[in-house]
């Protein structure tokens, strides 16, 4: 009887906290922050709409994304 609950038990350890899925939405994730502070690249206006609303709003919904991909069941 002990050992059935060992061999449950091993199984629960072995089985992996991050699908597929999720490892994927954090890489779009990364990728969205990226294309952000790409946003953010140039020698423009310091003051332009891209730089001072555009690009952030995209950073913040890349690690909102990533919380997201992380939390995902």
Do not use: C, H
């Amino acid at each position: 009887m002990a050992e059935k609950k060992s061999t449950s038990a091993n199984q629960d350890n072995n089985e992996m906290v991050f699908t597929k899925k999720n490892y994927q939405l954090l890489l779009i994730s990364i990728a969205i922050v990226v294309v952000g502070f790409i946003l953010m690249i140039g020698t423009t206006d310091i003051y332009d709409f891209r730089k001072t609303l555009l690009a952030p709003m995209v950073v913040l919904f890349g690690f909102a994304f990533g919380v997201y991909a992380i939390l995902k069941k």
